[in-house]
């Protein structure tokens, strides 16, 4: 079959791979439905991250199982699937305790920007569907296998309560699906950082109070004219950089919380300066098997509409494009048809 | 009065200091019914903290007002009250939200190994007992002013739970208390490190269920062997080194909690390891204010014993043998007889 594969910095290529196949009996194979492009999967595209030889791109997914190992019992060729981006086997301790993305059998997925895929851990990873959904909610679908999961474990971590005051740092997809799962979850204010307008509007249509377009000293300054001199009372990180994390912490509230969930490139912390700041954190590979139920139904019912988040849909033959057009922000998030 | 200063590291004098006045409206004056060394008070004491010349130490206290300002409205003199170490006016935002020890006018209390003194914000800081309380319960009283309250922050920062499993990093006073509030907020398993009989024994007593005496990699092997290999649900950190905080983190399951309450010297985090490892943080001075009711009224009504921490108790005259015999480990936490 032919598949995205990525031989270095900015060379992605769509070539001939092997098809999937059961290597183990806990594997399924899925035909996917549609595709996507990670924002992290631009950290070794623009070189930021070291590559060990050509990588099989793709870790968001949902689909029809085609074939299923011979240990397979909780889903069956013919079903509707939506999987988390980390593999689990959502048995362990971890698992039981509702971080599957720590779980002692944990793999990242890989080679989903394709048109199958293998899914190790199949049990532990996939939820079915009662039935397979309609067409126009694939997008919907797909995004929760990774970028809604990310942004709703973002105000978990964050502590979002009903009525609280909250900051999303962070203007990409993950951080607009943040602003969706705040507004969810009951936060009174949700005041999302941003300075393009296309973000703005989808930030305000998910949800945000209020935009922040400064950044630095001039966007907490901003933050705490905004909450009366207190800061909010969660935070949500979604990029990852130094100087992101610096502006998530400082327009948080003593006692406040930062979920962060953009991986930290660089990122470096003062013990005694987070101390006296007492603002908590939370961060890491987001759990979200432990959601997927959830979500799954608040899409199903048509409660939310995450899928707005991809404004660029293209042939997965022209992911190459994809990647470019996401590299040079022209889109928030693109969509592989496959 | 007589009262104690530290001149520079090792050089604790008992000596003449002017006697306190009320300075601002707002201030209160006490009769210290006992004083006490902070296991803090050893960082400027062995050099590892700069001082802006001689300090007027001592930050722990309970005692009789005997003179108030003319703002203060809810102590007079002839009650008993204990404060927090961080002084606030308990009404700002951040207080408000239980961070007194964040609040907008924070001071830290200084002064208190003496026979009187000042308290600033005195409404804000100070709490009163019905009546003032017999003898034996003022050791119990004047452990909630700071180490009671910060082992209690520790635990609630780590939120335990009834039936958690909790480790606590450093078996000095804070430690202990540690482990006294993991026991009374229902913790199923506390695990204390320890390499000192007698603190272990006291560990014990307060309701610890094991105890590591191993530290670094070994230690942090025992606890993993101790929980399956999972690790704990809540880490108290009550060091603040580089080496007992990456004990701390190592020892937590992901998804759990570390309360950091030792204040951090030379410790930093790295950004991406404590992302994957999943381990949340929040440490900061206790907002003890927060706890003060609940604490004094658990001592009152003669629940808990906090006071037990104290078993070397001296008169105040002789303080610099209280430090000498802390540096040297030979107390767990020395009272100073007033």
Redo the contacts between chains.
């Keep these: 079959m032919l598949a995205t594969v990525l031989h270095g910095p900015g060379d992605v290529r769509f070539e001939h791979v092997e098809e999937p196949r059961i290597l183990l009996p806990t594997d399924a194979i899925i035909k996917l439905s549609a595709s996507c492009i990670c924002g992290s999967d631009l950290w070794p595209y623009r070189g930021l991250q070291p590559m060990n030889g050509p990588a099989h791109m793709g870790h968001e997914y949902c689909g029809i199982v085609v074939d299923v190992g011979s240990d397979v019992t909780t889903v069956k060729p013919g079903q509707f699937v939506v999987g988390s981006f980390c593999l689990s086997d959502n048995t362990c301790?971890?698992c039981q305790?509702?971080?599957q993305?720590?779980c002692?059998q944990r793999e990242f997925m890989s080679g989903a920007q394709a048109p199958y895929a293998r899914v190790p851990l199949a049990d532990g990873t996939l939820v079915a569907t009662p039935e397979v959904p309609p067409e126009d909610l694939i997008p919907s679908l797909l995004a929760v296998s990774d970028v809604l999961g990310t942004g709703w474990y973002a105000a978990d971590?964050a502590r979002v309560q009903p009525g609280s005051t909250v900051v999303v740092v962070g203007d990409g997809a993950v951080g607009l699906m943040g602003v969706l799962s705040a507004k969810q979850m009951g936060a009174g204010r949700i005041i999302a950082m941003s300075r393009h307008k296309h973000r703005q509007e989808l930030a305000l249509e998910y949800g945000a109070t209020d935009i922040v377009t400064e950044r630095g000293e001039a966007g907490v300054a901003q933050i705490k004219a905004l909450t009366?001199?207190?800061g909010a009372?969660s935070v949500l990180e979604c990029v990852g950089t130094q100087e992101s994390?610096r502006q998530a912490l400082q327009s948080a509230?003593?006692?406040a919380?930062v979920g962060?969930v953009g991986?930290?490139?660089?990122?470096?912390?003062?013990?005694?300066s987070?101390?006296?700041?007492?603002?908590?954190?939370?961060?890491?590979?987001a759990?979200v098997r432990r959601f997927l139920p959830h979500l799954m139904d608040l899409v199903l019912t048509r409660k939310i509409n995450p899928g707005k988040v991809f404004d660029l849909a293209i042939p997965l033959a022209d992911v190459a494009e994809g990647y470019r057009a996401m590299d040079e922000r022209r889109a928030i998030k693109t969509l592989l048809r496959v």
Excluded: I, K
Excluded at 274 to 285: D, E, H, I, K, S
């Design positions: 301790p971890h305790h509702g971080f993305s720590s002692v971590a009366g001199g207190v009372d994390m509230r003593p006692g919380m962060y991986v930290p490139h660089g990122v470096e912390f003062d013990g005694q987070l101390f006296f700041a007492q603002v908590g954190m939370l961060g890491g590979p759990p």
